[in-house]
């Protein structure tokens, strides 16, 4: 019975099937250094981004009580995801030091008893675009990883901090809504201000509004070079810096300030306040307050966040500021 179980190559079914589910009769792919697995993560982090988008899309169609629902549902499965992605991130960062660790131990013995096991002539050296991709690959990982411990946490400083702007904003009719901590939460904070009123503006998700500012400033560079580009720096060196700077603005997960916002604001010719603990109000795009895009004065509503130092423990971080009466429902100014 055993040898008709055989297959023509002189492997059981069984055994083929064993095989294939465990990629026996596939090479073994090569190992992925810490820079592919990097690289890896960005990019998933990124298809999960674009995931959103695509969701939040499709969730606004129907009633507003329909679109509410199918917003809220969404959020909650990105959340989700994003924790599952997260954790199998660090996981696998962490599983990779433990090998390396293990690795280095093996070759201190190989040396120490005279053997000469590869050599660094024999790895390949990275090039610059590469570190730089690795760099930035790692701060991104770091950064993620400072978010998740920091949120475990309750910092005094934060709650502080909240207060102020709670006792600031509520005499106007206003309080805080909380936006996610992940790089994006300026963008995400003008996206949220724009739902609001949705007769008023153009909807746009948070990877558009990247794209906005960068489109924006590349068009005004004299306005926002100064800001960017180092003083010894040549003319030459001053364009690549500020190429460099507006590219990882559109495509990466850095943190966007006064500048990116300035530029939102003049791109959409919005008028934005931003609140926070301790300064005074900052005003971007005053000369458009209460005036519509073609110019007619209509009570065009003036876009709100607020600004906190000490969010998370990571540096600057966005909310939404929203009105006491909404309770997070559309408006329909």
Avoid at 198 to 203: H, T, Y
Avoid at 207 to 229: G, K, N, T, W
Avoid at 273 to 300: C, N, Q, R, T, W
Wanted: with cysteine; net charge negative; proline share 3%.
């Amino acid at each position: 019975m055993e040898e008709e179980k055989r297959t023509e190559a002189g492997i059981s079914t069984e055994e083929r099937v064993h095989q294939k589910e465990s990629g026996l009769q596939e090479e073994a792919p090569l190992k992925e250094t810490r820079a592919d697995i990097l690289a890896r993560h960005l990019k998933e982090k990124k298809e999960l981004q674009t995931r959103e988008i695509a969701l939040k899309k499709a969730a606004a169609k129907g009633s507003k009580a329909e679109q509410k629902a199918k917003k809220k549902q969404v959020e909650e499965e990105i959340a989700k995801l994003e924790l599952k992605m997260q954790a199998r991130h660090t996981k696998e960062l962490s599983d990779l030091a433990d090998e390396n660790n293990s690795g280095l131990d093996g070759v201190t013995i190989a040396l120490n008893g005279g053997l000469m096991v590869g050599g660094p002539s024999q790895l390949p050296k990275p090039t610059k675009a590469q570190k730089r991709r690795d760099k930035r690959a790692q701060q991104e990982v770091e950064r993620e990883q400072k978010i998740q411990e920091e949120q475990g946490n309750v910092v005094s400083s934060r709650m502080l901090e909240n207060q102020q702007l709670e006792r600031k904003l509520r005499p106007l009719g206003l309080t805080l809504k909380e936006i996610k901590p992940d790089g994006h939460c300026l963008y995400r904070a003008v996206e949220d201000q724009l739902a609001l009123y949705p007769r008023a503006c153009r909807q746009s998700s948070f990877q558009e509004l990247r794209e906005v500012a960068a489109s924006y400033m590349r068009s005004h560079s004299e306005d926002f070079i100064p800001f960017i580009a180092a003083e010894d720096d040549g003319e030459a060196n001053q364009g690549t810096r500020f190429e460099m700077y507006c590219r990882e603005v559109e495509s990466t997960a850095s943190w966007g300030g006064q500048l990116e916002l300035d530029a939102i604001a003049r791109s959409l010719q919005k008028h934005i306040v931003v609140f926070s603990a301790d300064l005074p109000e900052v005003e971007m795009g005053k000369e458009f307050e209460g005036i519509s895009a073609d110019g007619v004065d209509a009570g065009y509503p003036t876009l709100r966040l607020s600004y906190h130092r000490h969010a998370f423990g990571l540096g600057e971080h966005y909310n939404s500021v929203v009105p006491l009466a909404s309770n997070g429902l559309l408006l329909n100014t």
